[in-house]
Each structure stands twice: as structure tokens, then as C-alpha cells.
């Protein structure tokens, strides 16, 4: 390999990387509130980088965002009284992922129809399908979990 096996530098015409590519990560306490104050951070914060998501893929990635931070706030806050948002976006997909340090890990379980609730992971699960996107729970090195869903910019990129 040329360059003594290093990367080679950055390609003719490759910029770098597109304006409203980056990580953002906030942290919020686990109650109620940051459920709606998480929804419109990641929506003020995909308009406010230009992000080209089209509207169906906002809708979906806020509804993720709600479920997650719902999930965390109804299960984990005993032991995990704060939760964290991260938001990654690259060129073509945008990540969304709550942390918590709650070991428990979820699963999506079929729903049943009487119930009320119990439906959120399912869903999420749901919107990431139908996006063309992935999704997963992870353990994280203090013994939590992130739970995190990624969906194409544009369709059919996954």
C-alpha cells in the first residue's frame, strides 16, 4: 500500500464533512417533562443544522424520541435519575439514542390488544422498519443501556 500503509488524504473534490453533519448530546432528568423538551430539542436542533429530512422522517424520528425518553422515564428513573439524548447525523442516515444507567434491557414484546400501554418499543421498532432503518438496545460500559434507532435521510439508502 502507497503512504507506508497510512489512509490516503482526502479524495479531489471531498470537502470534508456536509454543514449539518455532527453529534449533539444533551442530558435531562428523568420525569415527564423532558419527554415533550427532548421531542423539540431534536426538531429545533434538525432545522436549526438543515438537516434534509423530509417531513415524514421528522415525524418518525420525534415519535422515536418520545417513546424512548417515555421509556426510560417510566422504567429507568428509580435507578437512573438522569437520562441522556444523543442525535448523530451523517450524509445519508440520522441516529437517535436515549441512555440510561438502568440495567435492565427491554424487549419488544408482541402487544397485546386490551392493553393501554407497553406498545412504545414496538412501535419504534415499527417506524425504523418502515423507514428502511435499524434499530437496537446496547449495554454501555457503567452497566446501563442505549437504546437507539437509525433511519436513512433518503429512502431505500439502507
Excluded at 3 to 32: H, K, M, Q, S
Excluded at 44 to 54: E, K, S, T, W
Excluded at 91 to 110: C, G, I, K, Q
Aim: aromatic share 4%.
Amino acid at each position: 500500500m502507497e503512504n507506508g500503509g497510512r489512509r490516503p488524504g482526502p479524495l479531489p473534490g471531498d470537502d470534508g464533512p456536509l454543514p449539518y453533519e455532527g453529534v449533539w448530546r444533551f442530558t435531562a432528568p428523568a420525569v415527564d417533562a423532558s419527554v415533550p423538551q427532548a421531542r423539540h430539542a431534536v426538531r429545533d436542533l434538525l432545522a436549526r443544522q438543515g438537516v434534509p429530512a423530509p417531513d415524514d422522517l421528522v415525524h418518525g424520528l420525534l415519535l422515536i424520541v418520545s417513546e424512548l425518553v417515555t421509556n426510560a422515564v417510566r422504567h429507568a428513573a428509580l435507578l437512573s435519575p438522569m437520562l441522556a439524548v444523543e442525535i448523530a447525523v451523517g450524509a445519508e442516515w440520522v441516529r437517535v439514542s436515549v441512555e440510561d444507567n438502568h440495567p435492565y434491557r427491554p424487549t419488544a414484546l408482541v402487544a397485546d390488544h386490551g392493553q393501554t400501554g407497553g406498545r412504545g418499543l414496538l412501535l419504534v421498532r415499527e417506524i425504523t422498519e418502515e423507514a428502511g432503518g435499524a434499530c437496537d438496545v446496547e449495554h454501555t460500559a457503567s452497566g446501563g443501556k442505549v437504546i437507539w434507532a437509525a433511519l436513512p435521510l433518503k429512502p431505500g439508502d439502507y
